[in-house]
């Protein structure tokens, strides 16, 4: 009988942990549709959504373009000295730019302005709910979903596709300058190999992880900050873990989102 | 009496492990400023939360015109929510917004106006409250009293028809807090709003309360006229009333209107039992909210507070000078029969000018201030109660004079 306990308990845990993280997850997807609808009723928000653009996508242009060179440039040491055993370095082009725009472009965009954006939109609409001010907007009959949230979800909707293409044609130069600039691949057989290896296809595919990964990170941090009031902790603790939720939340979700996605797209 | 506008009906409410509302049932008229009192963290806000529909209860249930809340549909509610405004305890202003965009944000986005209106409507509240020279600054860039300001500014530029206020006047300076408490009674008369006023203000918010509620136990412990709970023999009430009670009053610095009332008490007894005489003088500023609606309400609570330090001032140590009402103060003078007292008011007006009253650095063009008096000489058989309201009816102008 004893034994019996001892397997029940962490059974039941994991049956409770399971069906609040699907209750939870379900949840999220209402926010963001509820969100999503709010954009469109007329006077669409233009200067909000504006200001979130200039937030979200214009001030992490800096930080995805440092990202993309970097990474572009790691992908062409690295991709050089593995094909240089093979004396195929020529192919250089098409392996630096598949896998930033397959892959890695949408993901690391992603990371990026979860870490630049996503955490200051859960911080931000966290203080909101623990000052009043959200429950101020719903006295004022200010729909604070339509006020907050729909703005955002607009905004990274549109930003993180440009943001994507951005880091891939970064990256692209950054595994230029390593591979050819340095280590001294043919530059027109570089560019030759990436146009001819990129498909319409791989950049679709690239942009709609990218909108997927959108749609991840504005929910889930929007939705953290939003409900901090209903956490165990409060006030300021409430809202450093809002925070912190939301980030580990997103790029764990951004994770799992991509294996899928890809598994679909291939 | 009128029906209630908004009533509470055995209102539960539990908030994790605390149960706040413990059966509340609690009417709200229309047209009336009702004050909310109790002990900090008894549930007054939560109270509050309840009318607007911030919180629903547990049990129990919230009815406007006789309607409940949790029954109306989501286009009704809306249309209701509309109808009120809410000046939250700790202000909940937008602090990415400036001073102006806080106070116009309920016009712009529910579009119920040009913008030249809301322009237009902003700026006569920033004036109406002294808030005009900050417009453009930040929430955090403020004090607290001005914060306070905006938070009110911006509750009442939708002309509600029912406004809550949720201490409106907590971390205030007294000027500033009489002159929210006469902004608010002003605005109540020229409106004709309801009002509910949470609030630890005693006695000054009996002064603007035509209703007050005793919270206590997460149960209504008290609900009646000011008069009524100053006379109310419950211990609880009575406790908590005296315990917030000073024996002076904030804004005027003389006598409270308890210390007055005793005061009166015992020259009655001295009158009765030792026949000795005394009058007194009821002095009323009769166009305050003249000099609010040309100055502000700041200008006219310092203009009472300096009329007060002027009446003081020319009354000897045994006389006893209180604060009796909104923008009424009382003399009791002992020792003293009708012609007597008509001296004292003769030698008031005599003195008595515009310097003394309002500030010389300010702007006082187009400012009048009109004072009234009514002298009672107290007989042995006369109540106390008949003599104050004689009194109030006898007030003759006494004094005017124009800027």
Same mark, same amino acid.
């Given at each position: 009988?004893?034994?019996?306990?001892?397997?029940?308990?962490?059974?039941? $845990?994991?049956?409770?942990?399971?069906?609040?993280?699907?209750?939870?997850?379900?949840r999220i997807a209402l926010f963001f549709a509820k969100g999503?609808?709010?954009?469109?009723?007329?006077?669409?928000?233009?200067?909000?959504?504006?200001?979130?653009?200039?937030?979200?996508?214009?001030?992490?242009?800096?930080?995805?373009?440092?990202?993309?060179?970097?990474?572009?440039?790691?992908?062409? +040491?690295?991709?050089?000295?593995?094909?240089?055993?093979? #004396?195929?370095? #020529?192919?250089?082009?098409?392996?630096?730019?598949?896998?930033?725009?397959?892959?890695?472009?949408?993901?690391?965009?992603?990371?990026?302005?979860?870490?630049?954006? #996503? $955490?200051?939109?859960?911080?931000?609409?966290?203080?909101?709910?623990?000052?009043?001010?959200?429950?101020?907007?719903?006295?004022?009959?200010?729909?604070?979903l339509?006020?907050?949230v729909?703005?955002?979800?607009?905004?990274? +909707?549109?930003?993180?596709?440009?943001?994507?293409?951005?880091?891939?044609?970064? #990256?692209?130069?950054?595994?230029?300058?390593?591979?050819?600039?340095?280590?001294?691949?043919?530059?027109?057989?570089?560019?030759?190999?990436?146009?001819? $290896?990129?498909?319409?296809?791989?950049?679709?595919?690239?942009?709609?992880?990218?909108?997927?990964?959108?749609?991840?990170?504005?929910s889930?941090?929007c939705f953290?900050?939003y409900?901090?009031?209903?956490?165990?902790?409060?006030?300021?603790?409430?809202?450093?873990?809002?925070?912190?939720?939301?980030?580990?939340?997103?790029?764990?979700?951004?994770?799992?989102?991509?294996?899928?996605?890809?598994?679909?797209?291939? | 009496?009128?029906?209630?506008?908004?009533?509470?009906?055995?209102?539960?409410?539990?908030?994790?492990?605390?149960?706040?509302?413990?059966?509340?049932?609690?009417?709200?008229?229309?047209?009336?400023?009702?004050?909310?009192?109790?002990?900090?963290?008894?549930?007054?806000?939560?109270?509050?939360?309840?009318?607007?529909?911030?919180?629903?209860?547990?049990?129990?249930?919230?009815?406007?015109?006789? @309607?409940?809340?949790?029954?109306? @549909?989501?286009?009704?509610?809306?249309?209701?929510?509309?109808?009120?405004?809410?000046?939250?305890? *700790?202000?909940?202003?937008?602090?990415?917004?400036?001073?102006?965009?806080?106070?116009?944000?309920?016009?712009?986005?529910?579009?119920?106006?040009?913008?030249?209106?809301?322009?237009? !409507?902003?700026?006569?509240?920033?004036?109406?409250?002294?808030?005009?020279?900050?417009?453009?600054?930040?929430?955090?860039?403020?004090?607290?009293?001005?914060?306070?300001?905006?938070?009110?500014?911006?509750?009442?530029?939708?002309?509600?028809?029912?406004?809550?206020?949720?201490?409106?006047?907590?971390?205030?300076?007294?000027? !500033? @807090?009489?002159?929210?408490?006469?902004?608010?009674?002003?605005?109540?008369?020229?409106?004709?709003?309801?009002?509910?006023?949470?609030?630890?203000?005693?006695?000054?918010?009996?002064?603007?309360?035509?209703?007050?509620?005793?919270? *206590?136990?997460?149960?209504?412990?008290?609900?009646?006229?000011?008069?009524?709970?100053?006379?109310?023999?419950?211990?609880?009430?009575?406790?908590?009333?005296?315990?917030?009670?000073?024996?002076?009053?904030?804004?005027?610095?003389?006598?409270?209107?308890?210390?007055?009332? @005793?005061?009166?008490?015992?020259?009655?007894? !001295?009158?009765?039992?030792?026949?000795?005489?005394?009058?007194?003088?009821?002095?009323?500023?009769?166009?305050?909210?003249?000099?609010?609606?040309?100055?502000?309400?700041?200008?006219?609570?310092?203009?009472?507070?300096?009329?007060?330090?002027?009446?003081?001032?020319?009354?000897?140590?045994?006389?006893?000078?209180?604060?009796?009402?909104?923008?009424?103060?009382?003399?009791?003078?002992?020792?003293?029969?009708?012609?007597?007292?008509?001296?004292?008011?003769?030698?008031?007006?005599?003195?008595?000018?515009?310097?003394?009253?309002? *500030?010389?650095?300010?702007?006082?063009?187009?400012?009048?201030?009109?004072?009234?008096?009514?002298?009672?000489?107290?007989?042995?058989?006369?109540?106390? *109660?008949?003599?104050?309201?004689?009194?109030?009816?006898?007030?003759?102008?006494?004094?005017?004079?124009?800027?």
């Open positions: 009988m004893e034994l019996f306990v001892a397997f029940k308990s962490p059974l039941i $845990s994991l049956g409770r942990y399971t069906i609040d993280t699907v209750k939870d997850m379900g999503f609808v709010l954009i469109f009723p007329r006077p669409v928000q233009f200067n909000k959504i504006l200001q979130q653009i200039y937030f979200i996508g214009m001030k992490s242009i800096f930080v995805v373009c440092l990202t993309g060179a970097f990474t572009g440039m790691v992908l062409g +040491l690295q991709g050089y000295y593995l094909l240089v055993k093979y #004396g195929s370095t #020529g192919v250089l082009g098409s392996a630096v730019a598949l896998s930033l725009i397959r892959e890695m472009g949408p993901v690391l965009t992603a990371v990026m302005v979860i870490a630049r954006g #996503g $955490s200051a939109m859960a911080a931000e609409i966290g203080i909101m709910r623990i000052s009043e001010q959200i429950d101020a907007l719903e006295t004022m009959d200010i729909d604070p339509r006020f907050l729909s703005p955002r979800i607009a905004a990274a +909707l549109i930003s993180f596709p440009l943001l994507t293409a951005l880091f891939d044609v970064v #990256g692209i130069l950054g595994g230029y300058l390593t591979g050819s600039v340095l280590l001294g691949v043919n530059p027109e057989l570089y560019f030759s190999r990436v146009e001819s $290896s990129v498909a319409l296809m791989d950049v679709a595919g690239g942009f709609i992880k990218s909108i997927v990964f959108a749609v991840i990170v504005v889930i941090c953290q900050g409900f901090t009031h209903t956490r165990t902790e409060f006030g300021a603790k409430g809202v450093s873990m809002s925070t912190t939720s939301a980030v580990v939340l997103s790029c764990v979700m951004i994770l799992v989102a991509d294996y899928v996605l890809t598994s679909f797209l291939l | 009496m009128a029906p209630a506008l908004i009533e509470l009906k055995d209102t539960v409410k539990w908030l994790g492990p605390n149960k706040v509302l413990d059966g509340v049932n609690l009417r709200i008229y229309r047209g009336q400023i009702t004050s909310i009192i109790g002990q900090s963290g008894v549930g007054k806000s939560v109270l509050l939360k309840h009318i607007i529909g911030l919180l629903e209860p547990d049990s129990g249930q919230v009815l406007f015109e006789g @309607k409940a809340l949790a029954a109306m @549909k989501k286009i009704e509610r809306k249309a209701l929510k509309r109808k009120f405004s809410y000046v939250f305890q *700790d202000t909940a202003l937008f602090d990415f917004l400036t001073v102006f965009e806080n106070v116009a944000l309920p016009l712009t986005e529910n579009s119920v106006c040009s913008e030249t209106e809301v322009n237009q !409507r902003v700026r006569g509240k920033l004036h109406q409250l002294d808030l005009h020279k900050i417009d453009n600054q930040y929430p955090s860039q403020l004090s607290g009293g001005m914060k306070k300001r905006v938070a009110l500014a911006r509750a009442l530029v939708t002309d509600p028809e029912i406004v809550l206020f949720d201490e409106p006047t907590t971390g205030l300076d007294p000027i !500033r @807090k009489t002159a929210v408490h006469s902004m608010i009674s002003d605005y109540q008369k020229r409106l004709g709003f309801t009002s509910i006023i949470v609030s630890h203000e005693i006695p000054d918010v009996f002064f603007i309360s035509q209703r007050v509620a005793m919270i *206590d136990g997460g149960r209504i412990r008290f609900e009646g006229t000011p008069e009524e709970i100053q006379q109310s023999a419950d211990p609880v009430v009575r406790s908590f009333i005296q315990g917030l009670e000073s024996p002076h009053d904030e804004l005027t610095g003389i006598a409270s209107q308890s210390l007055g009332q @005793k005061r009166l008490a015992r020259e009655m007894f !001295r009158l009765q039992r030792h026949a000795r005489p005394f009058s007194i003088v009821l002095l009323s500023v009769e166009n305050l909210e003249d000099v609010d609606r040309i100055a502000g309400h700041v200008a006219s609570q310092t203009a009472l507070k300096n009329f007060a330090t002027f009446v003081k001032n020319n009354t000897y140590l045994t006389d006893t000078c209180f604060r009796y009402d909104m923008n009424k103060l009382m003399v009791v003078l002992p020792d003293t029969d009708a012609d007597q007292a008509d001296m004292f008011c003769k030698k008031l007006s005599r003195n008595l000018n515009t310097d003394a009253i309002f *500030d010389p650095s300010e702007d006082r063009k187009g400012l009048c201030f009109a004072l009234s008096a009514g002298i009672a000489q107290a007989q042995e058989d006369s109540r106390i *109660d008949a003599m104050l309201s004689g009194v109030e009816k006898r007030q003759n102008i006494f004094y005017e004079c124009r800027i």
